[in-house]
């Protein structure tokens, strides 16, 4: 939808310039298109590469050489 409205837009927005350019149907019609063929692209891209699974929620992979955080040294109580 969203590609369909910016591609009407400049068309709009060429009309209304008179800049010496065309306004054509098609134009939207094949930006329109364009647009959600790259949504598709995207969507498989990012179900191909994993981050479209459960374990994306859990944040970036991890470096081999990441420490494991240590539990606090105590249990949060003043010490005197």
């Keep these: 939808m969203g590609c369909s409205a910016l591609s009407a ?3 709009a927005v060429q009309f209304v310039m ?3 350019r065309v306004v054509d149907v098609g134009d939207v019609i094949f930006n329109t298109v364009g647009g959600l063929v790259g949504c598709l692209l ?3 891209a990012w179900l191909v590469t994993g ?3 459960e374990g994306a929620r859990h944040g970036p992979p ?3 050489y990441d ?3 240590s539990p ?3 249990d949060g ?3 005197r």
């Design 9 to 11: 837009g400049i068309e």
């Design 18 to 20: 008179n800049a010496g």
């Design 42 to 44: 995207a969507a498989g």
């Design 51 to 53: 981050r479209g699974t």
């Design 62 to 64: 991890r470096s081999p």
């Design 67 to 69: 420490r494991p955080t």
């Design 72 to 74: 606090p040294l105590h």
């Design 77 to 79: 109580a003043r010490h």
